[in-house]
């Protein structure tokens, strides 16, 4: 590979200096943004906290006293010719860099955050106002100029539960995802809070993103082809599962040790992992034929970056998230560890990226699931042993798992036929299945006289038999009540799990034994 994509880490002993960053504009200020703007006694504001200055020549271009902590960054666009700043009820934009002109203002009460599309004009901006007095909180998308009106809000999407928010939009700039997110769980299922995924479309078109799996969301990503997007989400093993722009899902993963989720540049290949707590486990995926590539181990990462040629991969363990161990790799994402650097235990690994390079630079590459070979030794994860009490080390050793890991859907077992399916396998699958039921279903409409006969006399009350009066509006009945009585089951077994129920769900259950008594009567008269 070549070793000059890689930019050079910076290694400090001791604090770190000040690195500036190449853009044209940088932040900086004598005292943290959002600190205090003490005033004078004649009440004009004190020393300016935020300035911007410019990278080439060093000259302040612009001061402002910054008086809230959050969301006080100022944005630019890719193009940096606009560049947009949140103040009070407003949000103020300015053109070519003239900070002494405010070229037009967005005017919304209450309004907490926005966010700039990517990619070159028409300029785009999500922005988000909270909910409050029972109203609900709401994301609006505009574009740039046209803010005024009643109509001129390309797309809104209200919704409650929110104390805060993150809007992600696509690289094409045609549609935002909005994770909405509360403080607290009320239900007291997690504590960590409450989230909620929505998807909101320059078209018009928003809806709700609905997640198979309970519990929070730890990512979700864009594919760089717009048309698609990965969320990770639920309670450990957490579940992956790819929708399209209807919200759909199009491939569920299955559930694993994840909680992040990385596409390549050219969106070909995904890379689910599990870092922060996790143990660093990836799973790099071939998204176009959803088949596994490699399942490398990056321990202790504290930092996960996509090579702009999309076949490398660099992970590193930086301070101050780890002091220890520090240092970085560079993989094939075939799981091939191609270099690797440790810092010195007297050092620490502040940061390090790859050399950022233009779209289309590097051009896609044929996927191959051979790993690469490499000249860096090859690395076995150390594997702890489980603690074994005394009264058992002398014993044979039982293999217990807390929960068993759902496969991704193709690798299912499949009724005669162990082979994974491929996608449109997959699709077509689907479909039949759908057809055969629709026609079972019509069936058993059409034609009562050919269910079976009842079930013996030893079965128990609530058991669901199948029979045949002869009467259609009898059978009709009888179908509905078992239906009922199956549905109160599930909610019984979700109970006895310790799954808190729903009040509507606890009105259902006490209503068994009057269903169980009305289908006795239904199938005594037949």
Known sequence: ??????????????????????????????????????????????????????????????????????????????????????VNNEVHFFENNNFNTIANKLHLQKINDFVLSPGPQPYKVAVYVPGSKGAPSFVRLYQYPNFDGPHAALANKS??????????????????????????????ASYYGEQTLHYIATNGESAVVQLPKNGPIYDVVWNSSSTEFCAVYGFMPAKATIFNLKCDPVFDFGTGPRNAAYYSPHGHILVLAGFGNLRGQMEVWDVKNYKLISKP?????????????????????????????????????????????????????????????????????????????????????KVATAYRPPALRNKPITNSKLHEDEPPQNMKAQAGNDKPLSKAALKN????????????????????????????????????????????????????????????????????TGKQLEKNQLEKIQKEKALLQELEDLELGI
């Open 159 to 188: 919704f409650f539960k929110a104390d805060k928010v993150t809007m992600l939009w696509n690289k094409k700039a045609t549609a935002v995802l909005v994770m909405a997110s509360t403080d607290v769980d009320k239900t007291g």
């Open 1 to 86: 590979m070549d070793h000059h994509i890689l930019q050079k880490a910076q290694c400090f002993q001791g604090n770190p200096g000040k690195i500036a960053k190449s853009i044209p504009l940088v932040r900086m200020g004598p005292c943290l943004p959002g600190a205090t703007v003490k005033t004078s006694k004649d009440g004009t504001a004190g020393i300016p906290n935020l300035q911007l200055y410019d990278m080439k020549t060093g000259a302040c271009l612009k001061s402002f006293n910054q008086k809230k902590m959050q969301n006080w960054c100022p944005s630019w666009s890719e193009d940096e010719t606009i560049c947009a700043r949140n």
């Open 429 to 496: 699958q689907r479909k039949h299945e759908a057809k055969k039921a629709a026609k079972q279903e019509a069936r058993s409409d059409k034609s009562p006289d050919l269910a079976p006969s009842p079930a013996p006399q030893s079965a128990p009350r609530n058991a669901i038999s199948h029979s045949a009066s002869g009467d259609p509006e009898i059978d009709r009945k009888i179908r509905n009540l078992k239906k009922k009585l199956k549905a109160i089951e599930q909610l019984k077994e979700q109970a006895a």
């Open 297 to 381: 181990v990056a321990s202790d990462s504290t930092y996960f970056a996509w090579c702009p040629d999309g076949e490398h991969i660099l992970t590193a363990t930086c301070a101050p998230r780890l002091r220890v161990n520090n240092g970085y790799k560079i993989w094939h994402y075939t799981g091939s560890v191609l270099h690797k650097y440790d810092v010195p235990s007297n050092a620490e690994l502040w940061q390090v990226s790859w050399q950022p390079f233009l779209d289309g630079i590097f051009p896609a590459k044929t996927i191959t699931y051979q790993a690469v070979p490499s000249d860096v030794p090859s690395e076995e994860p």
